[in-house]
């Protein structure tokens, strides 16, 4: 395997009120092509901030982190665009928009990148059938459960086979069994697609998941 992704000594700092917070405390991560990592802590330890460090999503205070040959601080257009095509996105709560079906929410994201609306609705149809939502295509989010909407957003994030999938609490809102089947259909997709894949969690279904597991507290591993 391969470095993918690397940070050194990285911190978040934030003020509250007089003090100073460190969110993210000095952190050394590494993830490589085709690995999964879990990363657990209770609400506050510091694992959404460094996913979204860790992404680009937010700056850092210090230290350095290097996607591949791009250090982050160097050229925030190229992480832009990176962002937009090498790495996917699954949250909480999942950011479907309302007024687009199933199939339109997920095809979306191929055609902010160019690519013609025909195909990308037809590449969302496929890996809509991965998830095995094939027969909720045209529905809108307001007729889908929660993990069917959760499957969705999955399949969203992973349309342009990114090579970095970052997930915070993706199971956050679901019941045990319906957690269970999230992960067996990301499993599988992640599996075909060879990508690498960082979960922030408490979800301990995960640990089954994950090739590296580690746990978070106070903005350290602990």
Same mark, same amino acid.
């Given at each position: 395997?391969?470095?993918? +992704?690397?940070?050194?000594?990285?911190?978040?700092?934030?003020?509250?009120? =007089?003090?100073?917070?460190?969110?993210?405390?000095?952190?050394?991560? *590494?993830?490589?092509?085709?690995?999964?990592?879990?990363?657990?802590?209770?609400?506050?330890?510091?694992?959404?901030?460094?996913? =979204?460090?860790?992404? @680009?999503?937010?700056?850092?205070?210090?230290?350095?982190?290097?996607?591949?040959?791009?250090?982050?601080?160097?050229?925030?257009?190229?992480?832009?665009?990176?962002?937009?095509?090498?790495?996917?996105?699954?949250? *909480?709560?999942?950011?479907?928009?309302?007024?687009?079906?199933?199939?339109? /929410?997920?095809? +979306?994201?191929?055609?902010?990148? @160019?690519?013609?609306?025909?195909?990308?609705?037809?590449?969302?149809?496929?890996?809509?059938?991965?998830?095995?939502?094939?027969?909720?295509? =045209?529905?809108?989010?307001? *007729? +889908?459960?929660?993990?069917?909407?959760?499957?969705?957003?999955?399949?969203?994030? !992973?349309? /342009?086979?990114?090579? !970095?999938?970052?997930?915070?609490?993706?199971?956050? /809102? !679901?019941?045990?069994?319906?957690?269970?089947?999230?992960?067996?259909?990301?499993? =599988?997709?992640?599996?075909?697609?060879?990508?690498?894949?960082?979960?922030?969690?408490?979800? *301990?279904?995960?640990?089954?998941?994950?090739?590296?597991?580690?746990?978070?507290?106070?903005?350290?591993?602990?």
């Amino acid at each position: 395997m391969n470095k993918l +992704l690397e940070a050194r000594e990285i911190s978040k700092v934030f003020e509250e009120g =007089n003090k100073l917070i460190k969110a993210v405390n000095k952190i050394n991560f *590494q993830i490589d092509t085709n690995e999964k990592i879990v990363i657990y802590g209770r609400s506050g330890s510091g694992k959404s901030t460094l996913l =979204n460090l860790l992404s @680009g999503l937010d700056t850092f205070s210090e230290g350095q982190i290097i996607y591949k040959n791009l250090n982050y601080e160097n050229d925030h257009n190229k992480l832009t665009f990176l962002r937009r095509k090498n790495m996917g996105f699954v949250y *909480q709560f999942h950011h479907l928009l309302k007024e687009f079906t199933a199939v339109e /929410n997920v095809a +979306l994201s191929a055609m902010i990148l @160019g690519i013609d609306k025909h195909k990308s609705l037809s590449e969302a149809s496929e890996i809509l059938e991965k998830f095995d939502l094939s027969d909720r295509l =045209n529905h809108f989010p307001s *007729q +889908l459960s929660g993990g069917e909407k959760q499957r969705v957003a999955m399949a969203r994030s !992973l349309i /342009n086979k990114p090579e !970095l999938i970052f997930l915070d609490e993706p199971t956050g /809102n !679901l019941d045990k069994s319906t957690s269970k089947e999230v992960i067996r259909f990301l499993n =599988n997709i992640v599996e075909e697609y060879n990508s690498s894949v960082i979960v922030a969690t408490h979800d *301990q279904e995960f640990r089954s998941f994950g090739d590296k597991i580690l746990t978070m507290d106070s903005g350290i591993f602990v």
